[in-house]
């Protein structure tokens, strides 16, 4: 850097860092706010409660749902497990899980502006910078602070993506094995970390085949032991309704849509990350990143169109994106690509001295394209400094909107209102006797009450072909629940007609930005 570049280049960084920090700095804020929130905000967190209650008694959630109370997990047991231990001190809550999810986010962060700052010839802020513009993803934002397992197996897949590079390369024997183990537990947290086991095996054999192959069985055989041990104490449950249970519908057009997003909010940094992908490609040995962006951002990205996935499926691919990115900017301010001599022009002081500019203004573009931010209260005065008005909600907005298929329509700060509101449901499950079915589950827990069904579960195996719900429909028709509580509509079509005959709409509930319909048993001369 020349006298006159060096303070341009440092206040543009200056700029950047505090525009991502801005970013965390609502992060933390939305998680703080969802911690004292006691009941689900994203659809099925209830559920992810549930099965952590029934870890923290020693017992699976893999069960018939053909008898009651008609309840099955299709989640891997890892996150539960982990937080299994908090039931034993508080009892059924949500701040713990949720408190998991958002320090998983911050141990994946750390490990991008790890790798960044070795794999980048050491720059601090560039590594500092690919850490925060993670944070900044509007795909992180949404599901890291909450209790769902998707989060913790993005950190597990990151942590063991950068042990691995360094490790496998240098023969060292822990750190692979311990990369691998990092890898297992990625999928036995959610079944999606298979994607990031194949680009990392994919790598080690083209690095050494005979070293990957021995690698492999172990890991083959470690994975696969404890696939047989649950699948054998869930009497083949574990198969039914983690595997079978997950091959869903799907949607190209929720697919594209989400795709087009995927670019929209991360393609100041998405460009680099590919120019990283081609440089390595023709001019140096691909690297784990490299292998592990592409698998992701194209395997995730077509799993996203899947009928109950969305956005999350791409956070992966944000993190090695964020990684690459910073790599290949870091490599540039320091010279250090390899380029053939046709192309040793680009790496003229002419160019090195624009590239100055250029860089700190990509993370400044990404963090106006990942912009959210509440507009009322202590953010009016910013969003009106920033020319935004709330767009998703009365007062929030999100750079992404609420309008592409599968994008989470979560996001927003909770008020007083949203927990009255489930206080109330509460309250109207406490006044009556006997069962309740619900579409969520924290409403039943907090009233002491039965968790019955998991509707999307019910969903899933019913296209997959695979359920009956005879009892269940009897139980219905016989009015043996004393309310149903609907949100989504997510059970099968069959238990849909039974509630439909059995039971009647008396009330709505706003929570949440959305409606909870109470419905109570009809009169039996109106049926």
């Known amino acids: 850097m020349t006298r006159l570049t060096r303070p341009i280049y440092n206040a543009l960084v200056l700029a950047a860092l505090v525009a991502l920090s801005f970013s965390l700095l609502v992060y933390v804020l939305y998680a703080l706010n969802l911690l004292g929130f006691p009941y689900d905000y994203d659809q099925g967190e209830g559920f992810e409660v549930h099965d952590t209650v029934l870890f923290s008694r020693l017992q699976l959630p893999y069960r018939d749902t053909e008898v009651y109370p008609f309840y099955a997990s299709n989640y891997p047991p890892l996150f539960h497990i982990m937080a299994a231990p908090f039931v034993w001190l508080f009892g059924p809550a949500y701040w713990y899980g949720r408190l998991l999810g958002f ?64 490790a496998f390369p240098r023969r060292e024997r822990r750190g692979i094995a311990i990369a691998l183990l990092l890898l297992i537990g990625a999928g036995y947290t959610k079944q999606l970390a298979a994607i990031s086991a194949v680009a990392a ?21 470690a994975g696969g032991a404890i696939f047989a041990a649950l699948n054998l104490a869930s009497d083949g449950q574990w198969w039914l309704q983690a595997i079978i249970a997950n091959v869903n519908d799907f949607d190209r057009q929720q697919a594209f849509g989400l795709f087009i997003l995927w670019f929209k909010l991360h393609g100041f940094l ?36 899947t009928w109950g996935a969305g956005d999350s499926y791409f ?53 106006r394209a990942t912009l959210k931010l509440p507009t ?18 009365e007062n929030f907005y999100d750079s992404a909107t609420f309008l592409v298929g599968g994008y989470a329509q979560i996001g927003y700060f909770l008020t007083e209102d949203d927990r009255e509101a ?6 109207l499950i406490e006044a009556t006797e006997g069962s309740v079915l619900s579409e969520e589950a924290g409403f039943t827990m907090a009233a002491g009450r039965d968790v019955v069904t998991n509707p999307t579960q019910l969903r899933n195996l019913d296209l997959a072909g695979r359920y009956n719900g005879d009892q269940l429909v009897v139980m219905i028709d016989g009015q043996e629940f004393a309310l149903v509580i609907l949100r989504a509509l997510f059970y099968p079509p069959a238990v849909l007609e039974a509630i439909d005959r059995a039971y009647l709409h008396r009330e709505t509930i706003h929570m949440n930005g959305f409606d909870y319909l109470i419905l109570y048993p009809r009169e039996r001369d109106e049926s």
């Open 315 to 367: 956070v992966t691919s944000v993190a090695a994106l964020c990684i690459l990115s910073g790599i290949f900017l870091s490599r540039i301010l320091g010279g250090a690509l390899k380029l053939p001599r046709r192309l040793r022009f680009l790496s003229s002081s002419p160019l090195c001295a624009a590239s100055l500019v250029l860089i700190p203004l990509l993370y400044l573009g990404y963090a």
């Open 422 to 427: 489930g206080d109330r449901i509460v309250a």
């Open 376 to 393: 009322d209260g202590r953010f009016q005065g910013i969003a009106e400094l920033l020319g935004v008005e709330s767009n998703v909600r």
């Open 270 to 305: 998405l460009i680099p990350a590919c120019l990283m992908l081609v440089y390595e490609t023709y001019c140096d040995r691909l690297s784990v990143y490299s292998l592990w962006f592409a698998a992701t951002a194209l395997l995730g990205g077509i799993a996203s169109g």
């Open 103 to 166: 320090l998983a986010s911050l141990a994946a962060a750390a490990a991008i502006a790890g790798a960044v700052y070795v794999e980048g010839g050491r720059r601090k802020s560039i590594a500092a910078l690919s850490a925060l513009a993670f944070l900044s993803s509007n795909f992180v934002y949404h599901i890291g602070p909450l209790f769902r397992q998707h989060i913790m197996m993005v950190a597990f897949e990151t942590l063991a993506i950068v042990m691995l590079s360094r």
């Open 201 to 221: 095996i994919a790598w080690m054999f083209l690095r050494g085949p005979l070293r990957a192959l021995r690698w492999t069985i172990g890991f083959a055989l």
